[in-house]
Structure formats: C-alpha cells, structure tokens
C-alpha cells in the first residue's frame, strides 16, 4: 500500500453534507483533509495557499459559482463535483473535472470510488 497522503480540501456550504464527505474521506487512508470553506470567495483563497491535491466543489454556493472559484485559483487540483442539479452542471458551466457526484450521496462507494479516480490520475 503507498503511505503517500493526498491532501483535500471541500468547499461545500450545508454543515451537515460536509459532515457526510468528512467520514466518507476517512475511507481513504491515502487523503488527508485539509479543511472546509463554506463559501467561494474564501475557497479561491484557500485553494493557493492550501494547494490540495483533490477538490470536492459543490456548484451552487454562496458568494461566485462554483467554476468561478476555479478559474480565480492558480492552483488547478483535482476536481470533483458535487450538486444536486446535474443538468445545471452539464448545460451551464466549463468545468474540468475527475468526477460528478449528484446529492444527495446515495452511497459512500461512489465518493470513495471518484477520489481514487483522483489518484490515479496523479
């Protein structure tokens, strides 16, 4: 097994979903989380001082969209996306992402699934 750590940061604006991903990443041995932002203007921030490695951006957020946040960060990590609206995210934004995940998580397998898809691809 490799010890290497993953770093991921989430930004996701509903407590209580954020909790759900927290225990799901737990999962993976090989990631480590380095926090939460509850909103993009602070994301885009967090993303270059953080440089994680795996992003779980949720579209619909207060303060930019989703994609906005991506487009003012430097760093470029590896992204999932997490909405409840898949048609929004297929119709209405550019983004380059690993993995889409529709709320709400039917199961852990299909997170745990995408973020190994993530380090692969590393």
Avoid: W
């Amino acid at each position: 097994m490799n010890d290497s750590k993953y770093s991921c940061l989430i930004i996701e604006d509903d407590p209580a979903f954020v909790e759900i991903l927290k225990i799901v990443i737990k999962k993976v041995s090989e990631v480590e989380l380095l926090g939460t932002s509850d909103n993009t203007l602070d994301a885009a921030k967090r993303i270059d001082l953080d440089k994680p490695d795996i992003l779980l951006l949720d579209i619909n957020i207060s303060g930019l969209e989703g994609p906005e946040v991506l487009e003012l960060a430097d760093h470029k990590p590896k992204t999932i996306v997490i909405s409840s609206h898949p048609e929004e995210v297929m119709e209405n934004y550019e983004v380059d992402y690993v993995a889409f995940i529709q709320k709400p998580l039917k199961n852990s397998e299909q997170l745990v699934n995408a973020i190994h898809k993530c380090i692969n691809l590393m």
